[in-house]
């Protein structure tokens, strides 16, 4: 059994988040923790959710009796920690951290380290909400702003630095590595881990084996 199952982004709500490939890895890669590292609703409104969104719930349900589970907050996430402990069952914090034998891992959801997320919130949050009221009265606003999404997210990457705003937090507060998500991209490039997301054509998670070898795995 590996140490740890680390997946991120998986937007329950949104049309387009991949909720049935999801339960199929949680199905296929055992482990004694399981981290969802931000994200994993889209939207504060449940009504959103389908059955197979509803099922990924109730299996992480399951899974929390058998495993431990950690949820990570994430910049969709609509309540604190301590109360989507509550809606969920099971630990909800900001961060963790993994010891192996030899590094320090710091798991985060990965939106500290976005600078126009960050130092522009308030404009962040207008774009959200014109998103959902659009999409509200525009039925092929998901169409829309999926392919608008697709041709930005490298720049939005490179622009607001992300990778490397983390590495530079990594280095000078003593940890070895970083997992996170945010950018739906899936990346290891050594230091810096990106698990990916659920919402995307290409996803990705993330596994920790008993050895301690980090993983990254890619999947269409």
Not at 130 to 151: C, M, N, S
Not at 169 to 196: A, F, Q, R, S, V
């Amino acid at each position: 059994m590996n140490k740890y199952l680390i997946v991120s982004d998986i937007h329950l709500g949104d049309k387009h988040s991949r909720a049935d490939l999801l339960l199929k890895v949680l199905k296929e890669n055992k482990a004694k923790t399981i981290i969802i590292a931000g994200d994993l609703f889209d939207h504060h409104n449940l009504h959103r959710l389908n059955k197979t969104h509803w099922k990924v719930l109730s299996k992480l349900r399951k899974l929390s009796k058998k495993c431990k589970i950690i949820y990570l907050i994430g910049n969709h996430c609509f309540l604190k920690a301590e109360f989507m402990s509550i809606l969920l069952g099971f630990n909800c914090k900001d961060e963790h951290i993994i010891e192996l034998k030899d590094e320090k891992v710091l798991v985060v959801h990965g939106d500290i380290f976005d600078i126009y997320f960050t130092k522009y919130k308030w404009i962040t949050n207008f774009i959200i909400k014109v998103y959902y009221l659009i999409r509200h009265y525009t039925p092929f606003a998901d169409d829309f702003f999926k392919l608008f999404k697709h041709h930005t997210n490298d720049f939005v990457e490179k622009s607001s630095d992300i990778k490397q705003n983390a590495l530079n937090y990594i280095n000078m507060n003593g940890y070895d590595k970083i997992i996170c998500g945010h950018t739906h991209l899936p990346e290891d490039d050594c230091k810096y881990i990106n698990t990916g997301s659920f919402g995307e054509k290409e996803c990705g998670y993330v596994i920790i084996d008993k050895k301690g070898k980090i993983r990254l795995t890619k999947i269409k």
